[in-house]
Structures are given as structure tokens and as C-alpha cells.
């Protein structure tokens, strides 16, 4: 049986989005090296956050991403805002009623913050 371990991210400065994702999550960060950070949730389940530099950077868009849910999706993102994303576009879904917002992380990473029950 297979189960989810980590979630890795390529990028420039692994510190950097390493801190992000830690702070957006409320997870522990570990710098391993330059070439390699962790976010981990503190109580130490998983799936753990993977950061590892690589040369090239972001092209297009990004096939996977994260989804996070949130009890007040405007607070959330302008503190995630604060943190170093950017904002994009906001949809909803009335027939399921749920409305996200797509935002970037520092290095451009897309993730969306939706809240069900609004629309």
C-alpha cells in the first residue's frame, strides 16, 4: 500500500520557499543544506514538504499543485500575501459551492485557497 510521503518542490532558493510553505502551514523548517530544505509538520506526520534547487527556472504552468482549505479565505490569503505570494484570480463553483483564489509562492509555485460555502 502505497502512501503520500512528500510533496517536492524545485526551485531557486530552497530556504526561501522552505520558509514560505513552513509559515504558511504552521510546519517546522529544516535547511539541509543550500541545495535542500524541509517542512515538516510538527507533530511529524506526512506528508513532508521537499525543497531542492535546481538550475532552470518555472516555465509554464504548473500540472500539480496545492489546494488548501481555509475558514476565511480572504484572511488567509492577504497573510499568505504577507508572506510573499502573489494574488491571481479568484472562481467559484456555485453548483458545489465552493469559491478558490489561484496565488503564486515567492518563486511562482501556483496554489489556490478555497473555502466551501462561499459563493
Given at each position: 500500500m502505497l502512501k503520500l510521503g512528500n510533496i517536492t518542490f524545485d526551485c531557486a532558493d530552497p530556504a526561501r520557499v522552505?520558509?514560505?510553505?513552513?509559515?504558511?502551514?504552521?510546519?517546522?523548517?529544516?535547511?539541509?543544506?543550500e541545495d535542500f530544505a524541509v517542512a515538516s509538520n510538527p507533530d511529524g506526520s506526512r506528508p513532508y514538504y521537499l525543497f531542492i534547487r535546481?538550475?532552470?527556472g518555472r516555465t509554464v504552468k504548473n500540472r500539480v499543485h496545492v489546494d488548501l482549505a481555509a475558514d476565511n479565505r480572504e484572511a488567509e490569503i492577504e497573510r499568505l500575501i504577507g508572506l510573499g505570494a502573489t494574488r491571481g484570480e479568484t472562481h467559484t463553483m456555485a453548483e458545489y459551492g465552493i469559491t478558490w483564489t489561484v496565488l503564486?509562492?515567492?518563486?511562482?509555485?501556483?496554489?489556490?485557497?478555497?473555502?466551501?460555502?462561499?459563493?
Open positions: 522552505a520558509e514560505f510553505w513552513g509559515a504558511a502551514l504552521g510546519y517546522k523548517v529544516e535547511k539541509h543544506s535546481v538550475p532552470e503564486q509562492d515567492p518563486e511562482g509555485n501556483e496554489l489556490c485557497v478555497g473555502q466551501e460555502g462561499e459563493h
